[in-house]
């Protein structure tokens, strides 16, 4: 077993919600959005978090304690 913080799954999914907050905060202090409507954006951020947790998933064999 192995510590929660050496789980590439763990930080994947931090580092994703840390950026995803930072866009979300950006675009609102800005007042300027992206060029994709936020619910395409949910839907692509969503697709990829589940991309990486699957391929994650699949090399993971390691129980955390």
Same mark, same amino acid.
């Given at each position: ?7 590439? %799954? +763990? ?5 994703? !919600? =840390?950026?995803?907050?930072?866009? !979300?905060? $950006?675009?609102? /202090? $800005? ?7 936020? !619910?395409?954006?949910?839907?692509? /951020?969503?697709?990829? @978090? +589940?991309?990486?947790?699957?391929? @994650?998933? =699949?090399? %993971?064999?390691?129980? @955390?304690?």
């Amino acid at each position: 077993m192995k510590p929660w913080y050496q789980s590439k %799954t +763990i930080w994947t999914n931090m580092i994703v !919600a =840390a950026t995803t907050f930072v866009v !979300a905060i $950006s675009q609102s /202090v $800005s007042g300027q959005t992206l060029p994709v409507d936020p !619910a395409v954006q949910g839907v692509i /951020v969503s697709g990829f @978090l +589940i991309f990486i947790n699957i391929i @994650l998933r =699949a090399i %993971t064999g390691t129980p @955390l304690r």
